[in-house]
T-cell receptor, first 115, second 115 residues
Framework: AQSVTQLDSHVSVSEGTPVLLRCNYS??????LFWYVQHPNKGLQLLLK??????LVKGINGFEAEFKKSETSFHLTKPSAHMSDAAEYFC?????????????FGKGTTLSVSS | DGGITQSPKYLFRKEGQNVTLSCEQN?????MYWYRQDPGQGLRLIYY???????QKGDIAEGYSVSREKKESFPLTVTSAQKNPTAFYLC??????????????FGPGTRLTVT
């Protein structure tokens, strides 16, 4: 069965410094992977997705993620954090072959950005 | 304006009462989903529907019921049988459910408090 593990429940950075949010996945087949962001009391917004095309995926707001099959990882990065990046981030996996499968969410990483 | 609407944003109920959460989408999506979010738990799937008049249980369906009479609408009823109903509920939709899961678009959520 597929699963996803977000390795840090909370990450704190200073404004202008790099962001790294770590995600490992487990999937029996070629997965689709996503990162979503959620601001307090809001719905989720898709940041980026990997669906077996380029392994380096660029998303919105300067975020990107690299799919590494050998490490079963899909870490999210941003070169320079902004105060508005403070939010909760979810790594998500889905099977690409099985009909009727919904998304599997990690437990989330809360990103704090200080000035 | 295309998107997913959930109403109300905040809902308060007494224990023992059933309550229905609304979810409407005008994205012409076939598939719709209900998730429950608790602090530190990520999102857990309650029910999903691939087409009108069809729906399947997710991981935590006990104490919940749904209907899908129209493509645009997927209401969720939280029944008195749900032992711990206080949570943030998120509705989502996607263009297609099946081989190659597609990203889901989320509504703004409904925070339900039961006392």
């Amino acid at each position: 069965a597929q699963s996803v593990t977000q390795l840090d429940s909370h990450v704190s950075v200073s404004e202008g410094t790099p962001v790294l949010l770590r995600c490992n996945y487990s999937s029996s087949y070629s997965p689709s992977l996503f990162w979503y962001v959620q601001h307090p009391n809001k719905g989720l917004q898709l940041l980026l997705k990997y669906t077996s095309a380029a392994t380096l995926v660029k998303g919105i707001n300067g975020f990107e993620a690299e799919f590494k099959k050998s490490e079963t990882s899909f870490h999210l990065t941003k070169p320079s954090a902004h105060m508005s990046d403070a939010a909760e981030y979810f790594c998500v996996v889905s099977d690409t072959w099985q009909a009727g499968t919904a998304l599997i969410f990690g437990k989330g990483t809360t990103l704090s950005v200080s000035s | 304006d295309g998107g997913i609407t959930q109403s109300p944003k905040y809902l308060f109920r007494k224990e023992g009462q059933n309550v229905t959460l609304s979810c409407e989408q005008n994205l012409n999506h076939d598939a719709m989903y209900w998730y429950r979010q608790d602090p530190g738990q990520g999102l857990r799937l309650i029910y999903y529907s691939q087409i009108v008049n069809d729906f399947q249980k997710g991981d935590i369906a006990e104490g919940y019921s749904v209907s899908r009479e129209k493509k645009e609408s997927f209401p969720l009823t939280v029944t008195s049988a749900q032992k711990n109903p206080t949570a943030f509920y998120l509705c989502a939709s996607s263009t297609r459910q099946g081989p190659g899961s597609y990203e889901q678009y989320f509504g703004p959520g409904t925070r339900l408090t039961v006392t």
